[in-house]
């Protein structure tokens, strides 16, 4: 067992970091590169609080490890806002009130944007499909499913 | 510009405050806070339901390298019998102090026995595996029947039966009997032309929350304790910490994050006091421990399994005339189930005028029951709904008109005698009663799948508690909150905006921040529904405060007298003079008396009891036994709604918590009383393909004892779930379920006993 | 007078009476007054000079908040009952 | 908490090498692998990384129709390829099955086999899609038929220091469907309680030429339900006939009571399943 160098494509910056080879994606995250926008609420994929997009797929954070992503790209919470301002999925979550205690809203808006690169027009069964893995406790998602169906008809993706 | 109804800024939707941060993953939460030099906690947990702890052999996991701490129970400083009043009722601090490190024994599986500390996680836990227990296993008690059967060998040799004071002879595993009697029982059965009676059972079930417990503490050389955690009470930590570690409660700092849910499971310390001790003996560095979601899962949280009957009678034309009910609540390992809120929310929608109510509080080795969300409510509605369904059929009456005939209305006495005062149960039945889906048909399905219909009513009393808050008016002419109440679901913006709506300014210049203990008065927990309610008037109060203030120092800018002057529009007036804008005198503030900075603490009165009415389509597919949720329409009087699509989120969650607990939530265990399903794989809770569209029904009757009329709204809405779908069940398939939840392959066995074949 | 209302499990006390009317201008001295009627009594309603933890007391359909201390009109009704907060 | 060391390989031999160690863990998607390790459930000193070698990752069609899976190749790809999902639909009724859209991103089915999970949802479906193993090992390369693979929970025919490579499903026959079903109690998000694959050809006359079933969550590994050519083949499909086959689902089936599920409604689940499968199929074909 030793310390890795691993270099990756974080948020569109060249990021080289260290990390124990058991450690995953997730932890590197949070305490190697202080982005604790991703969230870790089960550890297990089950509640998607952790979701990134690694390179371009939707996936869950806690199990990947952080040596498998040398050479990769990741998006995280903190890489979907752009430099005009939030992302349109985040002011939909705003606006909607889609969020209340807001632990899982990370997850949720991260599931929500690799759903739209890839669907852009979803239906609400397709929305409510694609974030089964993502749990809020608050919500009851009704107005997270609004909020992405309406992110997604003013045209989300154009972002 | 002023609504309808005269307000401006109430009932209006600005963009939260906190909102920005928690679209961009800027907030920070329980596990988010990393202190310099900081070290890691990991917890050894029990893998027994119910042995004594003969030795503790810290040796080998000393040893490993990178450890700085090691602390079990022994390191507990020993706390007396002392009853205490935290979080739901009284509690005994010397059952607290052992349900945070076990002492002798361990009564459950995860309880906490040891913990340490490490420079890293890994180190931790590496050595967390190395501690020695030497165990002497004891035969576990796992469910009411066995806890209350009579020879039950008693978890703790120090608990007896209290009756309202008076204790039974030899201990007990029923820790307590409480009951409320109204009229005459025997009477009132008597002249009833129509009696059901059933029993019910439900499994325990967990809040759910999705941020694990988190906490950060560090104790200082010079004594000071600062505790950085995730909490619904920043003051509670604070007190708590204060009793269980025998330390001044002036040398406790609690510095509240962000909370990642809560429900009623955050209220009380679970960590914080360990990684306290992990401090000390690490020479006062900062120690850092957040749970698994199975420690959270297996150690915290659950609400009671329970056992309730309930027999109602009534007049053929509908009346009821006498309720009985009879309930357990199991407490898991410590007393303190919430059996006494569930004794007071049972019949509270219904003016019945004989009623006995029996409540239990039952130890047995699983997790110390804490609350959540209207802690028993669910427990008990979901057997007395059950039953008025069953009435209503049986009397022929539409389950509306029932529940309308015996509505609980202002001055109706309660079965535990207070007497409510203005409430909206009518109106809220009402409402339910004309909306499209009542008037609505239900489709029938076809195939194996069965549709059915069902309502429910529930009630919640709300609490007041006390809120403190203070502020100042800057010279731009925003206004600084500093508040206590840590915020859940959105509460800075509801409390903002009773501030501005108090002042008489826009919501967005007002700046709330929710501080730690030494920065604002004390504050209650946010939780019985009370933040809205009693922070917000508290804000209310703080806002007269500010606009009187500024009201005199536009006088001295004017020179006239305050009471010359008014404040309306944004705009300073006074007769014969031009208007001063509300930034002008913001901005002179320094030249017309100094700086404007207001505070006030108040023990809050009036808080409004609230009830809701949900009605629910489901089918069941009677092959699998599955039942899916088809439509679900909430209606529920909140007095006034400050921020009308918090109040529909909080509906619409509440339903969902409520349809997870009658479908598929439940603790399993093993013989041998360990949990099995310690993970959200398996503990099911709704998932976004699980639910449809909530529509939240706001009824607005005013709570006349706040200034804008706001009633709790966060607690009704998990009241009435599960009864509602019970009796859906009921109208698809004739079939009364009688425990919870109703799994499939619950729903399966009871069709097979009632006969009805696929 | 007041009304207070007798828990259920205090009527063993009170010789089943489920009401009394008391003089006192407080909770503490309606209980100072119950107790010198009924002996007994008060001490399963206060531990430590303070109401029982656990219980609240509700006069006129609100819940006082001082406690003891917690004034009671001429014409009040007076119940205790458990404490519900929530969650 | 286990500490492993980690390598990422790029051929065959080198993976080979580094699973000589009896210790060493061959690492796909890691949606298992990766919390059991951390859960003591597996134990790992070397994880070796295969998604780095080009035939674990490819996903072919060749030119007879039959289509083969590299070990390493995540679900999404499987079901979000327009001819997989055409021609293989029982296979792919599974692998979007299996966790939530973002386990998808990154879990196999050669993790979904290799983890041989009773309740492992792509393999009852690959079994009635007559679907093969190909495995390389220090004797070098051999092919195991699914049916074959699984010998118990968590249990494999797989020996020491050998490699899944890909999954080769033959092309479907002409006037074949295919379906794989599962109950679980929520929508999502669960592991089956119990399931059931079916796939069956048809003849000119559209009679019965060939049925497979098999079942998952019901034994110690997925159930082939021998019975089912007996009752079916030779005749015309109908609803008595996936009555009889769900009967005969039941009486295969040896289910236990666990976290998951009581034996009893397993049991009724198998028959339910199955003959919504067999409909399902049915339905399918052309």
Redesign the interface.
Known sequence: MSTLAVTTTLNGETVTFLCEPHETLLTALRDRLMLTGTKEGCSNGNCGACNVILDGTLVNSCLVLAAEVDGHQITTIEGIAGPNGLHPLQTSFLENAALQCGICTPGFIVASKALLDKNPQPTEREVRHWLAGNLCRCTGYDKIVRAVLEAASAGATKE | MTQSNGFKVIGTRPVRHDGVDKVTGRALYGADVRLNGQLYGAMLRSPHAHARIVAIDTSEAAAVPGVKAIVTGADLPHVGDQIADIGEGAVNLRHLSANILAGRKALYFGHAIAAVAATSLTAAQQAVNKIKVTWEELPPVLNLRDAMAAGAAPLHPDVFTDELGEKSTTPSNIAEHLRHEKGDIAAGFAEAEVVVEREFVTGTVHQGYIEPHSATVQWNADGQLTVYCSTQGAFGVRREMSEILGVPISHVKVVPTEIGGGFGGKLNVYLEPVCALLSRKAGGRPVKMTMSRADVLAATGPTSASIVRVKLGARRDGTLTAAQAWMAFEAGAFPGSPVGSAAGVILAPYDIPNVVIDGFDVLCNKPKANAYRAPGGTNAAYAAESMIDELARALKMGPIEIRLKNAAREGTRRADGPVFPRIGFVETLEALLHHPHFQSRLERATGSRRRGRGIAAGFWFNWGGTSSASAQVNPDGTVALSEGSTDIGGTRTSIAMQLAESIGIPVNLVKPQVVDTDSVGYNDATGGSRTTFATGMVAYELGQKLREELIAHAARQFEVEAAAVRFEDGAFRTDGKPPLSYFDVCGALRDTGGEIVASVSMRTKGEGPAFGAHLVDVEVDIETGKVKILRYTAAQDVGRAIYPPFVEGQIQGGVAQGVGWALNEEYLYDKAGHMLNAGFLDYRMPTALDLPMIEALIVEVPNPRHPYGVRGVGEVPIVPPAGAVANAIFDALGVRMTELPMSPARNIAALAAAGVAA | MARV?I????RARTGGL?EIELEGATIGALLLALEAGFPGTR???V?NERL????AV?V????A??GLKSAVGPAS?V?F??????? | MQTFSYRSVSTVEEALAALASPTARALGGGTDLIPMVREGRRQADLVVDVKGIPELGRLEIDAQGNLTIGAAVALHRVYGHPEVARRWPGLVDAASLIGGTAVQGRATLGGNLCTASPAGDSIPALIVHGATLIVAGPAGRRSIPVAAFCIGPGRTVLGPGELLIAIQVPAPRPRSGAAYLRFIPRNEMDIAVASSGVALQLDAEGHIAAIDVALGAVGPTPIVVADAAALALGQAPSAEMAAKLGAAATAAARPIDDVRGTAAHRKRLVDVLTRRAFMAALHRIG
């Open positions: 209302f828990p259920p499990l205090l489920r001490e399963r309603l531990l029982m933890p656990g219980m509700i006129d359909g609100e819940a908040v001082d009704e119940h009952v458990p404490a519900a907060r929530g969650g």
